[in-house]
T-cell receptor, first 115, second 111 residues
Framework: EPEVTQTPSHQVTQMGQEVILRCVPISNHLYFYWYRQILGQKVEFLVSFYNNEISEKSEIFDDQFSVERPDGSNFTLKIRSTKLEDSAMYFC?????????????FGPGTRLTVL | GESVGLHLPTLSVQEGDNSIINCAYSNSASDYFIWYKQESGKGPQFIIDIRSNMDKRQGQRVTVLLNKTVKHLSLQIAATQPGDSAVYFCAEKKGGFKTIFGAGTRLFVKA
């Protein structure tokens, strides 16, 4: 069964450093997403991406964040200058057509620890 | 405002019993509801969904009920197994791309 994959599984960084989280969405999916989950809290939407453009973003997704699809398979989330409060699990998701009734499938997540 | 929340943070059931996980939502304009299961160290896994024009949908061992009158969603798991132990999230979409997650209920299955 096709699945979303993410690397690395755990990233430790110093405050102020840049990090790039990587995802390989399901191959026939066209819509891509990033969510985050602070420990013990609910999953929060960050951004959706389609056709090389951001289609929707939350208030969390400020200028420190950017997304990119650098090639035909990878989808990345960059945090330019990490803060302590960026420590969280980051989940990538993908879906087929982006409609309301369109299930998003999640990867296993990257645990980001900012020291 | 947007809000999907759960009645109980923890539910403990005996193996073989049925489990019912409840969820309240506040946005009557939501079009689509989803239940996700999250095991420790993993991402949310799709279980079952329901559109707002339905009140019940069944899957394998799982049933989702939607009561729009009281804005309530429930997930029923039949014959609960140890492998069902996880955190369960209800989530909603109301147009747009983002899925809005509730706070989660942790299900413990006692052998």
């Amino acid at each position: 069964e096709p699945e979303v994959t993410q690397t690395p599984s755990h990233q430790v960084t110093q405050m102020g450093q840049e990090v790039i989280l990587r995802c390989v969405p399901i191959s026939n999916h066209l819509y891509f997403y990033w969510y985050r989950q602070i420990l013990g809290q609910k999953v929060e939407f960050l951004v959706s991406f389609y056709n090389n453009e951001i289609s929707e973003k939350s208030e969390i997704f400020d200028d420190q964040f950017s997304v990119e699809r650098p090639d035909g398979s990878n989808f990345t989330l960059k945090i330019r200058s990490t803060k302590l409060e960026d420590s969280a699990m980051y989940f990538c998701a993908s879906s087929e057509n982006g409609g309301v009734v369109d299930t998003q499938y999640f990867g296993p997540g990257t645990r980001l620890t900012v020291l | 405002g947007e809000s999907v929340g759960l009645h109980l943070p923890t539910l403990s059931v005996q193996e073989g019993d049925n489990s019912i996980i409840n969820c309240a939502y506040s946005n009557s304009a939501s079009d689509y509801f989803i239940w996700y299961k999250q095991e420790s160290g993993k991402g949310p896994q799709f279980i079952i969904d329901i559109r707002s024009n339905m009140d019940k949908r069944q899957g394998q061992r799982v049933t989702v009920l939607l009561n729009k009158t009281v804005k309530h969603l429930s997930l029923q798991i039949a014959a609960t197994q140890p492998g069902d132990s996880a955190v369960y999230f209800c989530a909603e979409k109301k147009g747009g791309f983002k899925t809005i997650f509730g706070a989660g209920t942790r299900l413990f299955v006692k052998a």
